[in-house]
Each structure stands twice: as structure tokens, then as C-alpha cells.
């Protein structure tokens, strides 16, 4: 892993924080933290998120303390006293919650002490601390679907048998977030089940109210989501599951199959539903199986993004799409645990195809590993060149393609380039939408 950070692909944990309430309607948050810190990092989110956009209560309408150096120097818990009474006054929400900055964590700002005392107010107030110094945006994710287990979801004792959560795709990190959960709501939904999201289409601070009743949670990933899964099962006895991340038919295949063994359903329904989707998929790709084999629309690939899509893209590329995955750069601040974990998505492809797997966040560094996998012609007579090749990234990835002469696909934050409303990528819808956009790539010209 690097040292540092080139041009980082996340914001700090209370970009992550402010994201994630984003998308819960009528959940308002309150910003203590110095003067610009939740515009900038809008500003970083809406756009590399596909455009998310600031929403009811977001960008300039962000509730803010907006402390200065007189705060910073005599303590800004009056400050933030006062910011409270005034947002439940002017904002019309079901929830607040309080997320901190990097200055008033340094100063000690007793937060918990100032929100204690709204405690009698319509409306529950909650303080997340979310500073910089505590992660990036996956961690400001965490820390608040932890704070609403803690403090906002109902004790329930008794579980419904056919209930589930889904955890795992970060808001506005992942541009594709509704699409993705949408996706996998409808998957679910095909074995019979309750599914709640959380912050999928049509759900509430209500739903994440009752998700305490759930008989499991699936946490469609290898990393983001866990900690949240375990204060689920500490605090409401809801076990959990983690599944890779469904690109494509064979992976959503796994998934369900996964799934339908931890709740021990029928499994006749679950390999009837495995049929249908697979059929229903296959009879669409078989559309480009002319094109593809008339002018070898076989490509080489170089993959980055995070632990979510850096791992499925790779092996759906290569066991569904038939092309050559030469190289992965996992971008994340990971472990050796977790990467241990992580390259273990790697082994046993349908294609018996290996790739080279690297842990980097510098991306100046993704052209040594390019020239580690595949030399540079050196003048060679007879050279067998990394083309023809796609590139899957973000739009940091821009110049490196441009460099080699290869289309670029951003799927990963950020992801300026490209407006995304209800678009996914997971289960076999969102792999058909893949198939699309890659082969687009590749015939746009003709």
C-alpha cells in the first residue's frame, strides 16, 4: 500500500457521514465543524457521485455551526446549542443528527453533553462523531448506520422468519448505490423475502426504524458494512452474512444460493428463480454474440476501483464477457486480513484466467504495475503489445488511457463524467447494463 494519497477517491468520514443521510428522507443533518467544511465536501461528493445533488438538506441548505477561531479558542458547545435550536425550528425533519468536524474534536467540544439537552424535543436528536482523523467516507457510512442501530432502531424480540437487510453499498462512494440496491431488492424479492435496504426506492427512517425485526442481515461485501452487521447482531441478536458482490449470472447465482441456504429456504424456489434469471439474462446477451465474434470484440483489461466492483468486475469480465484481465488495483486502505480476503475473489475463475492483483491508493503507481504485467516494447522485432485493451476505473484513470491509446469506462468514485440516476451494475440486470456500456465503448466509432 502507499504512503500517501494521490488524489484520494473518497472524502473523510463526515463526507461519508453526510452522504449517507443524503439519501434518508427527512433525516437532517447538523454540521459542527469549521466554516466550509460541508459545502467542500459536497462539492467533492455530488459530482463524483454521479451527481447526486444536495437534496432537501444538503450543499448550501447544510445546517452548519460554521465555528471560528473564537469558538475553536473558548469552546464551541454554545454555538452548536444555539445551530440545534435553531435547524429544529427552520428544518422540517424526523431525525438529527449531529456529525463533527476535525477542529471541535481537537478542542474537546463535549457533543454528547450539548445534544443531551434536546432530549426532550419532538424529534430525536443524535451525535455522531464523524472527524477526518477517525477514516475516509466508507467510515463515516459505518459510523452513522452504527449510531442509528444504536440509538434509532426499535428492540424487537421477535423476528420475522422471511425479513432482511441489506448492507454494503455506500451512498454516493458507489454512483450506481439505488440502482445497485434496487437490483438487489428485486433478486431478493424473487425468494419470497421482506427486504429492506435502507436507503433503497420508497424506504423511510421508518424502515430503519423496524430493521431491528429481521432474521438476517446480508452484507454484500467483503469490507464496507461489517461493523454496522455486528452492532446489528450485539444489539438486536440479527446474524449476518457476507456475499461477494453480484456482477453477472454466475455471482448472482452464488449470492442467492447463499442466501437462500442461511434462511433454509426451498431449495426447488430458489434454483426455479436461478433459471428464470439466467435464461431471461442469456437470451438478452446472445444479442451481441454476432458482433462480438465478427470483429473480436475480445479485449485485454486493467481494472481499478474499490473492494466492492475491483473484484466482481474482474471475474465477471473474465468468465461471462471472455475477456483477458491482466491486471487489478484494489484502491482501498485495507489490512492484511482484508486483503487476504479480497484476493481470495480471485482464485477459481470459470476461465481458469489469473490476474495480477496489486493494493495501491497512488495512481501514479498503476503505470509501474501495467509495466510490471506487460514490458514495454523495447524495439523488439516481433512484440506482442498490451492491445487491444479497456480500461475500468474512475476518471483518474483518464490520462493513463489516454496514454495507452485505451477506452475508459468510469465505474468507480469518482465519477464526474457521467450523470447516473437509476442505472446498476449488480445481479444480471445491472451486468446487461455493463455488457452495454463496455460494448458502447467499443462500437461508438463505427
Not at 444538503?58 to 445546517?63: A, V
Given at each position: ?429 445491472g451486468a446487461l447494463s455493463l455488457v452495454e456500456d463496455l460494448i458502447t465503448l467499443l462500437v461508438a466509432g463505427r
Open positions: 500500500m502507499s504512503k500517501f494519497v494521490d488524489r484520494p477517491r473518497y472524502t473523510c468520514a463526515l463526507g461519508g457521514a453526510l452522504a449517507t443521510l443524503r439519501v434518508i428522507p427527512r433525516a437532517i443533518p447538523i454540521v459542527h465543524a469549521s466554516a466550509g467544511c460541508g459545502q467542500n465536501l459536497y462539492n467533492a461528493m455530488n459530482p463524483g457521485g454521479g451527481y447526486l445533488g444536495g437534496g432537501y438538506c444538503g450543499g448550501l441548505s447544510l445546517p452548519s455551526s460554521n465555528v471560528v477561531e473564537r469558538d475553536i479558542v473558548f469552546g464551541g458547545e454554545d454555538r452548536l446549542r444555539e445551530q440545534i435550536g435553531t435547524t429544529l425550528e427552520v428544518m422540517d425533519g424526523d431525525l438529527y443528527l449531529v456529525l463533527t468536524g476535525c477542529m471541535v474534536e481537537m478542542i474537546g467540544d463535549d457533543v454528547e453533553a450539548v445534544v443531551s439537552d434536546f432530549d426532550d424535543s419532538k424529534n430525536p436528536v443524535l451525535a455522531v462523531r464523524t472527524p477526518s482523523f477517525r477514516g475516509n467516507s466508507y467510515t463515516g457510512y459505518e459510523l452513522v448506520l452504527k449510531a442509528l442501530v444504536k440509538n434509532y432502531v426499535a428492540k424487537s424480540k421477535q423476528k420475522k422468519s422471511k425479513t432482511v437487510n441489506v448492507l454494503g453499498i455506500v451512498p454516493a462512494q458507489d454512483a450506481f448505490w439505488q440502482g445497485n440496491l434496487r437490483e438487489v431488492k428485486r433478486l431478493l424479492k424473487r425468494l419470497g423475502l421482506t427486504v429492506n435496504t435502507l436507503f433503497g426506492e420508497g424506504e423511510t427512517l421508518e424502515d430503519i426504524k423496524k430493521s431491528g425485526q429481521a432474521s438476517l442481515n446480508i452484507v454484500v461485501s467483503d469490507i464496507y458494512g461489517l461493523e454496522a452487521a455486528r452492532e446489528y447482531e450485539e444489539r438486536h441478536e440479527i446474524p449476518f452474512i457476507t456475499t461477494e458482490f453480484p456482477i453477472g449470472a454466475i455471482a448472482t447465482e452464488k449470492f442467492l444460493q447463499e442466501v437462500a441456504q442461511a434462511l433454509e429456504l426451498d431449495p426447488g424456489l430458489t434454483e426455479a428463480v436461478i433459471r428464470d434469471e439466467k435464461a431471461v439474462y442469456y437470451s438478452y446477451l446472445e444479442r451481441i454474440a454476432d458482433i462480438y465474434n465478427d470483429i473480436d470484440l475480445q479485449r485485454y483489461a486493467i481494472i481499478v476501483g474499490d473492494s466492492n466492483y475491483a473484484p466482481a468486475i474482474t471475474r465477471f469480465l473474465s468468465d461471462e464477457l471472455g475477456w483477458l484481465p491482466e491486471l487489478t488495483v484494489i484502491t482501498d486502505f485495507v489490512d492484511e486480513h482484508q486483503q487476504e480476503k479480497l484476493r481470495s475473489r480471485f482464485n477459481h475463475f470459470e476461465s481458469e484466467i489469473s490476474t495480477t492483483v496489486k493494493f495501491d491508493t497512488d495512481i501514479s503507481a498503476i503505470k509501474k504495475y501495467i509495466a510490471q504485467v506487460w514490458p514495454r516494447n523495447r524495439n523488439e522485432r516481433y512484440y506482442d503489445s498490451l492491445s487491444p485493451a479497456v480500461v475500468v476505473g474512475s476518471v483518474y484513470e483518464r490520462e493513463l488511457a489516454t496514454e495507452f491509446g485505451f477506452p475508459l469506462l468510469p465505474v468507480t468514485f469518482p465519477v464526474t463524467n457521467r450523470a447516473v440516476l437509476n442505472r446498476a451494475y449488480v445481479g444480471t440486470n
